[in-house]
């Protein structure tokens, strides 16, 4: 009998190398991480020490501090960041969608028929919000249009999960909470119990890689929706109180705001006004 692989044998994570790790994933991308996550930095940074044939977490931060073209930086992100979502996640946002926002920005484009559709789903992950998003557009205003026209972008700041999202094949458990028609519509079967995500839904979605404490976004015109849920809970306050009010400027008067049902904007730091929970909209016509 073939015997068991021994575990890989995590590295030692000196206090050292674990501020050099917090204070990078703060300083660079605004994320905090407690003491408790220790165990979850060695192991993940091991396999990449690893990989690289190296020996050590102080030889890895080298490594890292002298790549000079980001990849190091890139891949150090992709390990540690957590790109959880799935399919239809916190329902009663989009059922908002269908019977609030979509009606009346159905209305504004019928008046104005140059009217841009804008809605951009910040931290994207591996696509399943935003392709929720994208059929229930397509669902609402029916098939004649290719998509196109309904700008919907997705960003993170995970290549690797921007390349899943791009690719758009998924485990039927994260498909779980979709009804059974729009599983059916929007969904082909890829094997071994996959789903991939159908053509015309993926070509509604522009992918972007974006680090949402940079300190200017590059778009020229505003959101309609903006979805940033269940990114925020990785910082601190007073980055999250900035990205906020980053956010409240890229809205449209009259467009809104959504945030995981687990996060809450402090009244007295809300430039939005709240409409119903992890809801909020910019005032405006
Ligand atoms: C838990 S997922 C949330 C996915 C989806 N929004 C949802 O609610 O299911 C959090 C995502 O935020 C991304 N993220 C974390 N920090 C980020 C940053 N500074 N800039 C952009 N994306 C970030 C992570 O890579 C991850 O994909």
């Known amino acids: ?36 996550k220790r165990v979850l930095v060695a ?8 990989q690289l044939g190296l020996a050590s977490f ?17 891949e150090f992100i992709n390990r540690l960041t957590t790109n959880h979502s799935f399919f239809c996640r916190e329902k009663d946002h989009y059922d908002f969608l269908r019977s609030t926002v979509l009606p009346d920005l159905k209305g504004r484009m019928d008046r104005d028929p140059r009217y841009e559709l ?3 789903s910040a931290g994207c992950a591996a ?12 669902d609402f205003f029916g098939p004649s249009t290719d998509g196109s026209d309904l700008g919907l972008l997705a960003t993170d700041i995970s290549l690797q999960a921007l390349k899943a999202a791009k690719e758009g094949i998924y485990a039927a458990a994260k498909l779980s909470e979709l009804s ?3 599983r059916s519509s929007y969904f082909r079967p890829a094997g071994a119990g996959l789903f991939e995500v159908a053509p015309e839904v993926k070509r509604m979605v522009l992918f972007k890689r974006l680090n949402l404490m940079a300190e200017k976004y590059p778009f020229k015109n505003p959101f309609d929706v903006i979805f940033c849920r269940n990114v925020m809970i990785y910082f601190d306050q ?11 400027e890229h809205v449209k008067p ?11 904007i402090p009244r007295a730091d809300c430039p939005f006004e709240y409409v119903q929970p992890a809801i909020y909209r910019k005032r405006g016509p």
């Open 58 to 74: 102080a030889e890895y931060f080298t490594y890292l501090r002298a790549d000079n073209s980001g990849n190091e930086l890139s």
């Open 43 to 50: 192991g993940r940074l091991t396999k990449r020490v690893r």
């Open 1 to 36: 009998m073939e015997k068991a692989k021994p575990a890989e044998e995590v590295l030692p994570l000196s206090d050292t190398d674990y501020n050099f790790v917090a204070s990078l994933l703060y300083d660079r991308f605004g994320i905090q991480i407690g003491s408790q």
């Open 118 to 120: 804008r809605m951009w």
């Open 127 to 138: 696509g399943e919000e935003v392709y929720t998003l994208a059929m229930v557009l397509r």
């Open 254 to 264: 009259g467009g809104y705001f959504f945030i995981g049902h687990s996060e809450t």
């Open 238 to 248: 007073a980055s999250r109180s900035s990205l906020i009010h980053s956010f409240y």
């Open 180 to 182: 059974t028609a729009m």
